[in-house]
């Protein structure tokens, strides 16, 4: 049946939207501008047109005319038109290009321009989809049908009237073996679309779409052993039965009992005993299994289908060894994947029960045979497992249960221990960018997680052992079992006094001949023992001789640096006689080839061993210790840049200024009343230069912002009293230090004047505000620090009203952090007017607070519901259900009123894909009423939008 519809009712219909959602309801598409195009396509394309575009697209070897002809394409399938010639184009069959194409067309304005049609050809689009599907059987056209497929899944979610559609498909097409095929496509899809982000329902319609599906579980169980009744020797159709099943066990509707006591299970599991089964087959099915396990959220609710899994399940070890010795890595994936979703379904009767009944530990044995194995792949796919397991353990406390479970992770972590060896022919340092790389950092992550069931401690000792037991241990054993030591080494006991001295004089003994990732990973994990080191300084000395020799390597010095940073973290009471030393360390500094953070630490080691060091010592060190940093700066500013050992020429001063950010911030030190404080001297005598590296970079944000940094926690470290002459050069990080001194005040609102109107311009722009994210983020961040500091003063300076007026039209934006700035703000603000700060001007801020949502507290509502409902992701939804619960709180009386003027706005469903029904609102708002906390908003807000996406 061919699709008919007409332009002008189209058109009308439209409209009719727009003025339905007041001309501000938005799809995440580029269709939403569907009618837009009627006039850049005015008059309407011909198939022909359609036909050369999409030749160009695919056949024509000039790349200017295939962008042009994409072009073309991507506007005409946003065109109200593309409904006609799309199905036009698939009743011709001209070539599989034009019929993908128009196949593609279909799906999309399906999914993004459905509103375009008038509800009187929903079922004559329905007909024509499944007369296209039926003549479409030959495998070239697979592709093509998928999409419309797809395309009619997707209609059957937005087509309210029609009910019950899988039973109607599953007549329409199961009469016809050569339809068959299709009909399993789009069942397998029908329950993938339920979620589907790209269509805009509503939870209500979701949700009852799901229901129609769960009440036709029994006749997919049917329909599905009628296939493989019929059809069993066809392997791709009994993969399509497969996949569907999983399709329906992923949604978690179909019924559990009666899809147990059928004939799919046992086929599921005859095709995974099978070692040597196709392997399309075999991943079918291993799916539909997984789906299965992960659908069962609670497993008592489904005993029999769990138990029957489990016994199947159990059985299928034999035949994943036979998979590892034919050396078929896809189906041991396949094999680990089962495995451990029946661990992850199983968990809790395993820690509760175990070895009993759907506790059976057996489960356990076959994941660590596949971590054991020799695919590094396989791990990885158990690692969550394992994280969800130690985390049950840790909460519940009980030591017996430990015991069950110590066996299993100490072959964990031996067989990971093994997974984290280096090919031997590997040369120079191990890479943490590459791909082996971020496996060992997932390895570290979850041996830190886990270790506390068999102890930090025997876990040391038990890799230790992998280089003692072994005569002349390979280097790449040695290194990964260094590596697994230095994950657990931070754990161990500090007073340990067997193995960890024994480690500790083997490193230090390292021959220089070793293999150099050997020596990278010992230093590495002398930096992770600096907990030890601090109960036993005898071995502080040796191992910071140990480290300087490396930072003399190329390949040693950023771990050296790093190493020497967490020694003088833990020991710095302990390390006076070593002052001078890293002085020469960090003079020397820019001559090793270390990374810029392993630089800034070495400087903020030594900062903090000075912090421990007499006082009358004190004042010179932070000289010297500056010097290094400001001697640079000065150079810079006398010429372009400055000469390093390979005279290459360095001249960004961020080098340095993060180094004396580094001086500042952990230079702590405890200055009694009156005396000044060391840091005021020093920053007094540098205040020069860097008063003139601020002149001359002033334009370059990367260096200003790195300048305020240093200059932050100078005068954190400072008292205010002694950085009051810096005030008129600093910048809005000062609100903090200086926003609640009277004196101050008046200046800093000063300046957020003259930093308000280049911003305004920014912002102001189109699309100002999505386009700027950083920009609303940092200037509404400044805005909270004047709420916190200086509220009343802020409350009422003229310009706060605008501010207001900007922070209600980034509600909207769609970046997180600026988005959680803007609602920050106002919750900062109302908070202005809620919480006595047992101060004397709280009536006043309260009445200023009163006095702005008088003007502006219904307009502020009708934005926070109009971007939760319309424009944001759900995550982003609790921080505007904090600033409703503030304005209750605030007045309870007025917030219930104006949320019940927004919600009078948004659609009503009655019936249809989108919105709340009048109950539902009710209940919304009833919910709101009655909150005690923010987060009974917060749930009340987030559950309410899903009613509309």
């Known amino acids: 049946m061919a699709l008919f519809v007409n332009v002008k009712s189209v058109v009308s219909n439209v409209v009719f939207t727009a003025k339905l959602y007041g001309g501000e309801f938005k799809v995440d598409n580029p269709c939403e501008k569907g009618v837009n195009f009627i006039s850049g396509m005015d008059p309407p394309p011909s198939i022909e047109n359609v036909m050369q575009a999409t030749n160009a697209l695919y056949h024509d070897p000039d790349v200017s005319r295939k962008e042009a002809a994409s072009k073309w394409l991507q506007e005409f399938q946003q065109s109200v038109y593309a409904w006609q010639i799309s199905d036009q184009l698939l009743q011709m069959k001209q070539n599989l290009e034009s019929c993908y194409i128009a196949a593609q067309t279909m799906r999309t304005k399906i999914q993004y321009s459905f509103h375009e049609l008038p509800a009187d050809s929903h079922s004559s689009l329905r007909d024509s989809i499944i007369s296209h599907i039926e003549t479409m059987t030959d495998p070239q056209f697979q592709i093509t049908n998928t999409q419309l497929c797809l395309a009619l899944a997707d209609l059957a979610l937005q087509m309210v009237t029609w009910k019950k559609s899988a039973e109607f498909i ?286 930090s401690t025997s876990s040391f000792s038990q890799i230790f052992q992998n280089i003692t037991n072994q005569q002349t241990p390979a280097w790449e054993v040695t290194e990964a079992s260094l590596f697994i030591m230095a994950a657990v080494s931070r754990n161990v006991l500090p007073d340990e006094n067997i193995v960890v001295p024994m480690v500790m004089q083997a490193i230090i003994n390292t021959p220089e001949t070793s293999h150099v990732a050997v020596r990278y990973t010992s230093l590495r994990m002398v930096g992770e023992l600096s907990e030890w080191l601090h109960k036993h300084p005898d071995y502080i000395d040796p191992a910071l001789n140990l480290l300087t020799e490396g930072l003399k390597h190329q390949d040693l010095a950023s771990v050296s640096a790093t190493s020497i940073q967490k020694i003088c973290e833990e020991c710095r009471d302990l390390m006076h006689n070593h002052f001078e030393g890293l002085m020469n360390i960090t003079r020397a500094v820019d001559g090793f080839k270390l990374s810029s953070e392993a630089a800034v630490g070495l400087v903020q080691g030594a900062a903090l061993v000075l912090s421990r060091l007499p006082a009358e010592k004190i004042p010179e060190g932070l000289k010297e210790l500056s010097a290094c940093q400001i001697t640079p700066l000065s150079q810079i500013l006398k010429q372009d840049g400055i000469e390093d050992k390979e005279n290459k020429k360095t001249s960004d001063p961020t080098v340095w200024l993060d180094r004396l950010a580094a001086i500042f911030r952990y230079t702590t030190l405890s200055v009694s009343n009156g005396q000044p404080h060391p840091c005021a001297a020093l920053l007094q005598s540098i205040w020069p230069v860097l008063s003139d590296i601020l002149t001359k970079y002033q334009t370059d944000i990367r260096i200003v912002e790195r300048w305020c940094r240093c200059l932050r926690f100078a005068i954190r470290t400072i008292s205010k009293a002694q950085t009051r002459f810096y005030l008129r050069s600093s910048f809005s990080i000062l609100v903090d230090e200086y926003g609640k001194d009277p004196t101050c005040k008046t200046g800093l609102l000063e300046m957020l004047k003259a930093f308000i109107t280049p911003t305004y311009k920014v912002l102001e722009e189109d699309n100002g505000l999505r386009n700027h994210p950083d920009t609303v983020d940092d200037f509404f961040r400044l ?72 003007g502006n507290g219904e307009k502020m509502v009708k934005g926070i519901l109009d971007a939760c409902v319309f424009h944001l992701p759900t995550y982003m939804v609790p921080d505007h259900g904090e600033v409703l619960f503030e304005l209750l709180k605030f007045s309870r009386e007025s917030l219930l009123a104006w949320l019940e003027t927004a919600l009078r706005e948004l659609p009503v469903s009655t019936g249809g894909t989108l919105g709340a029904t009048v109950e539902q609102m009710a209940a919304f708002h009833s919910s709101v009423s009655t909150a005690q906390e923010d987060i009974n908003v917060t749930y009340a807000l987030r559950d309410f939008t899903r009613l509309f996406r």
């Open 170 to 455: 599953i007549q329409k097409f199961s009469n016809n073996a050569a339809s068959i095929p299709a009909l399993l496509e789009i069942l397998t899809v029908l329950p993938e679309e339920v979620h589907s982000k790209h269509l805009r329902l509503g939870m209500n319609r979701r949700e009852e779409f799901t229901q129609e599906l769960r009440t036709a579980g029994s006749t997919i169980i049917a329909l599905l052993t009628a296939c493989t009744d019929n059809y069993g020797n066809d392997e791709r159709l009994v993969g399509k039965v497969f996949k569907c099943l999983g399709s329906w066990f992923s949604l978690g509707i179909m019924p559990s009992e009666p899809i147990a006591q059928s004939k799919l299970i046992p086929l599921l599991f005859q095709c995974l005993s099978k070692h040597d089964a196709p392997s399309m087959l075999h991943e079918a099915a291993s799916d539909c299994l997984c789906a299965a396990l992960y659908g069962m959220e609670d497993v008592e609710d489904h005993m029999s289908l769990a138990t029957s899994l489990f016994h199947g399940i159990m059985e299928l070890p034999q035949a994943y060894h036979m998979t590892v010795a034919e050396d078929d890595v896809d189906k041991c994936v396949n094999y680990c994947r089962i495995f451990t979703e029946l661990a992850e379904a199983c968990l809790e009767a395993m820690v509760s029960t175990p070895g009993e009944n759907l506790g059976d530990l057996r489960i356990l044995d076959a994941l660590v045979a596949c971590i054991s194995g020799p695919y590094r792949e396989l791990a990885d796919i158990t690692f969550n497992f394992w994280y969800r397991l130690s985390e049950v353990i840790y909460k519940k406390d009980v030591r017996i249960i430990n015991e069950h479970f110590r066996p299993y992770v100490q072959r964990l972590v031996q067989a990971l221990c093994v997974h984290c060896q280096m090919e031997s022919d590997h040369e120079g340092i191990p890479d943490a960018s590459d791909d082996f790389g971020d496996f060992r950092a997932r390895v570290t992550e979850l041996i830190k997680d886990v270790v506390f069931i068999v102890g």
């Open 783 to 854: 805005c909270i620090r004047f709420l916190q500091r200086c509220p009343l003063e802020f409350l009422q300076c003229d310009i706060f009203p605008s501010i207001v007026q900007c922070g209600m039209a980034g509600l909207k934006v769609d970046h997180r952090d600026a988005n959680g700035s803007v609602a920050k703000f106002f919750i900062e603000f109302v908070k202005c007017g809620n919480e006595n700060w047992e101060s004397s001007d709280f009536d006043s801020r309260k009445a200023c607070v009163q006095r702005i949502l008088e």
